[in-house]
């Protein structure tokens, strides 16, 4: 089976799960969490192509500026700790969840832009979806966004080789102008100490109503 069969195998199997719930729950809160690069917004991306009933949420359009990004680290005492607990704009994706289970219309926001790391991509989310479902880093720990979810699913591999695929990606994406996670200014050699950090403390796995093996 190559790559993208497996991704479109896994999607189907979520997404018979989530037709299941959706029977109980009218207004179906989903969350999707798993080690970065592991495949999750490609189960999403998956996910709407296979049910016009999903509105699609990705927590990456709910953070922090980059300005405020560089000054919280600045003074940090541990990097990795402002990933986990403080680089998400949490309130903004609860309004955004609370205006959908209380089933208005819309739901209008400003996301983050990657290119001029600023919030100033407005958003318009359709809430007359049946099913929200939210992919994201962080989103079954306890101190944040936990309570949230009506389900949980969580995708499992093994990291040492989501870490390699991952590298190998953005070699390719990037070229000559590839920066290095051994860098001192890398953001994501901290991420990555809070993800594993966050995986063997708070064991989303545990917390998971579905479990999807990705290798």
Same mark, same amino acid.
């Given at each position: 089976?190559?790559?993208?069969?497996?991704?479109?195998?896994?999607?189907?199997?979520?997404?018979?799960?989530?037709?299941?719930?959706?029977?109980?729950?009218?207004?179906?809160?989903?969350?999707?969490?798993?080690?970065?690069?592991?495949?999750?917004?490609?189960?999403?991306?998956?996910?709407?192509?296979?049910?016009?009933?999903? $509105?699609?949420?990705? !927590? +990456?359009? @709910?953070?922090?500026?980059?300005?405020?990004?560089?000054?919280?680290?600045?003074?940090?005492? +541990?990097? =990795?700790? @402002?990933?986990?607990?403080? =680089?998400?704009?949490?309130?903004?994706?609860?309004?955004?969840?609370?205006? @959908?289970?209380?089933?208005?219309?819309?739901?209008?926001?400003?996301?983050?832009?990657?290119?001029?790391?600023?919030?100033?991509? &407005?958003? &318009?989310?359709?809430?007359?979806?049946?099913?929200?479902?939210?992919?994201?880093? @962080? $989103?079954?720990?306890?101190?944040?966004?936990?309570?949230?979810?009506?389900?949980?699913?969580?995708?499992?591999?093994? $990291?040492?080789?989501?870490?390699? !695929?991952?590298?190998?990606?953005?070699?390719?994406?990037?070229?000559? +102008?590839?920066?290095?996670?051994?860098?001192?200014? =890398?953001?994501?050699?901290?991420?990555?100490?809070?993800?594993?950090?966050?995986?063997?403390?708070?064991?989303?796995?545990?917390?998971?109503?579905?479990?999807?093996?990705?290798?």
């Amino acid at each position: 089976m190559t790559p993208k069969e497996l991704a479109k195998n896994i999607a189907r199997k979520a997404d018979e799960k989530i037709i299941g719930w959706a029977k109980e729950n009218p207004k179906l809160v989903v969350a999707v969490d798993g080690y970065t690069g592991v495949g999750k917004s490609t189960l999403l991306k998956n996910l709407i192509e296979l049910n016009p009933d999903i $509105l699609e949420v990705s !927590r +990456d359009d @709910f953070v922090v500026s980059r300005e405020e990004t560089k000054k919280a680290l600045v003074n940090a005492e +541990d990097k =990795s700790k @402002f990933w986990e607990l403080e =680089s998400g704009k949490n309130s903004d994706l609860e309004k955004l969840i609370q205006a @959908f289970k209380e089933g208005k219309g819309s739901f209008t926001a400003k996301t983050f832009n990657p290119k001029s790391g600023e919030l100033d991509i &407005t958003k &318009t989310f359709d809430l007359t979806k049946k099913i929200l479902v939210i992919e994201g880093v @962080f $989103l079954f720990h306890p101190e944040l966004l936990n309570h949230l979810w009506d389900k949980r699913i969580y995708l499992e591999g093994n $990291l040492d080789e989501i870490d390699r !695929r991952r590298i190998a990606r953005e070699k390719e994406k990037w070229g000559a +102008d590839y920066f290095p996670e051994t860098h001192p200014d =890398s953001y994501i050699k901290h991420i990555i100490v809070a993800l594993k950090r966050y995986i063997a403390t708070h064991k989303p796995a545990e917390k998971a109503d579905y479990i999807l093996m990705v290798d």
